[in-house]
């Protein structure tokens, strides 16, 4: 995990994710020759990163995307989202992970100090009261469905 244990460099290549409910069943090989072409390099594009959040969290927001207005680099993409509860917030993603940094799309607050998280699933968690909701409906409905297929 970032900024965890001894081997900080190695995690400040790659960014650990939590398991989507909803991909319970495994990664499409695309997604798996997207990751691996970031293993063992010190490089890499918040763009794809930040994508990547914002698929993973769909299912649980009202609306999220990746910030056109303010840009990407290699070390830094913003992503844009609105809570179930109509909340609005500017994340900023970097090797350290993902904090917010305004409270309305494309927003900016330099002086806004607000901690890292090291996933989207813990900032969501931390923000949306029906983030947490919504991941414990879709991870039942998924594992009903893995049920189901069990049983034909």
Do not use: W
């Not at 917030?89 to 900016?108: I, N, P, S």
């Amino acid at each position: 995990m970032l900024g965890e244990g001894g081997d900080e460099g190695l995690a400040a290549r790659r960014m650990e994710t939590d398991c989507n409910p909803m991909e319970l069943s495994g990664m499409s090989g695309f997604e798996e020759a997207e990751l691996n072409g970031f293993e063992g390099t010190d490089m890499k594009d918040m763009r794809l990163e930040a994508e990547a959040v914002v698929n993973d969290v769909l299912f649980a927001v009202n609306t999220i995307f990746v910030s056109k207005t303010l840009g990407c680099a290699d070390d830094v993409a913003y992503i844009n989202v609105e809570t179930r509860g109509r909340n609005r917030y500017c994340l900023e993603l970097t090797e350290a992970g993902l904090r917010v940094v305004g409270y309305a799309f494309d927003q900016v607050d330099d002086h806004l100090q607000t901690p890292y998280h090291k996933t989207v699933y813990s900032l969501l968690d931390t923000l949306s009261p029906a983030y947490q909701e919504a991941f414990g409906n879709a991870l039942f409905h998924r594992l009903e469905a893995l049920k189901r297929e069990g049983q034909s």
